[in-house]
């Protein structure tokens, strides 16, 4: 398994979206010698395909099939670094490193943190008043 055997990549279904500003396709990609590709070395792919650089171009839900040496996917190619922050989806963003991801606590703390706020609404009582 050679990580530098060739790749050939066929575009199906290629639409030119205009109001999204981009370009957006179903990859194919064949390859006999390795088990997959990897996404940022498919946007290199693209990218020189498409002539525009690696940071414009998303690519998506690659599913090997069954027996290996054929995977199929989604690109999109975007016209402008503008339009990959405007229309792209913040956790693609994330996920190709152009958006730092935000690190937050977990769910069940957070929603744990808002039902102790909810126990203690309104101002401080003074302990021992408690009306009978």
């Not at 998303?58 to 099939?65: A, K, L, P």
Request: charged share 35%.
């Amino acid at each position: 398994m050679d990580p530098n055997s060739p790749i050939t990549l066929r575009t199906r279904k290629f639409i030119s979206n205009r109001l999204l500003q981009r370009r957006q396709m179903v990859l194919e990609v064949i390859h006999p010698a390795r088990p997959n590709v990897s996404r940022s070395e498919l946007q290199e792919k693209v990218g020189e395909l498409y002539k525009t650089p690696k940071e414009q171009v998303s690519v998506f839900g690659m599913r090997t099939h069954f027996g290996g040496g054929r995977s199929t996917g989604f690109a999109l190619v975007y016209d402008s670094k503008d339009a990959v922050q405007r229309f792209e989806p913040t956790y693609r963003l994330v996920r190709n490193g152009i958006v730092p991801k935000v690190e937050k606590p977990s769910r069940k703390l957070r929603k744990e943190r808002k039902n102790r706020g909810k126990k203690v609404r309104g101002t401080k009582k003074a302990g021992g008043d408690k009306k009978k």
